[in-house]
């Protein structure tokens, strides 16, 4: 059973700071792994979506690096806002029907 | 864009009701799910289909019913509503396509009393 663990649950940083969300999965069997950001009483909105062939997925200020070998992704936020703040989630896709199974999150906390 | 919507927003029930929540989404998309979200547990998929007519259980399935009868309709059924059913339920869709992200909607608030 796939199971995945983020790191670190929260994380409250100033304005300004570049920061790394760790995500690590126990299968490596995926077909591509997804970032979402999840603002406090709403839905998930899609960052990233890393292919299990590819290393890294770029978005603005994103990055998102991809290690399937070892079950481990990374979500690289440069130059960190006040907007940023808010709960990442991430979901590797489990074979069959594109499932995703989810961590729990992170939550990101940036000061003015 | 409307995207994914879920009707309704909140809703109360007391144990032992019943209620339908709907799912509807307007980008063509074959696959279509539902997921529930509760502290410390995150995101677990109750249901999924991956094209009109059909279903399929997730992690959590059980108390829980769906259909798709419309491509671009999947609704989720509690016949006999229990405390631990009280959770945020979050729909989501997608292409068939391997690689394509999954779209969510809002989520719907149930508490059942």
């Known amino acids: 059973k796939q199971e995945v663990t983020q790191i670190p649950a929260a994380l409250s940083v100033p304005e300004g700071e570049n920061l790394v969300l760790n995500c690590s999965f126990t299968d490596s069997a995926i077909y591509n792994l997804q970032w979402f950001r999840q603002d406090p009483g709403k839905g998930l909105t899609s960052l990233l979506l890393i292919q299990s062939s590819q290393r890294e997925q770029t978005s603005g200020r994103l990055n998102a690096s991809l290690d399937k070998s070892s079950g481990r992704s990374t979500l690289y936020i440069a130059a960190s806002q006040p907007g940023d703040s808010a709960t990442y989630l991430c979901?590797?896709?489990?074979?069959?029907?594109?499932?995703?199974?989810f961590g729990q999150g992170t939550r990101l906390t940036i000061n003015p | 864009n409307a995207g994914v919507t879920q009707t309704p927003k909140f809703r109360v029930l007391k144990t032992g009701q019943s209620m339908t929540l709907l799912c509807a989404q307007d980008m063509n998309h074959e696959y279509m799910y539902w997921y529930r979200q509760d502290p410390g547990m995150g995101l677990r998929l109750i249901h999924y289909s991956v094209g009109e007519g059909t279903t399929a259980k997730g992690e959590v399935p059980d108390g829980y019913n769906v259909s798709r009868l419309k491509k671009q309709n999947f609704l989720l059924g509690l016949e006999s509503a229990a405390p631990s059913q009280t959770s945020v339920y979050f729909c989501?869709?997608?292409?068939?396509?391997?690689?394509?992200?999954?779209?969510f909607g809002d989520g719907t608030r149930l508490s059942i009393l």
């Open positions: 989501a869709s997608s292409y068939s396509t391997v690689g394509q992200p999954q779209h």
């Open positions: 979901a590797p896709s489990i074979q069959g029907a594109q499932k995703l199974v």
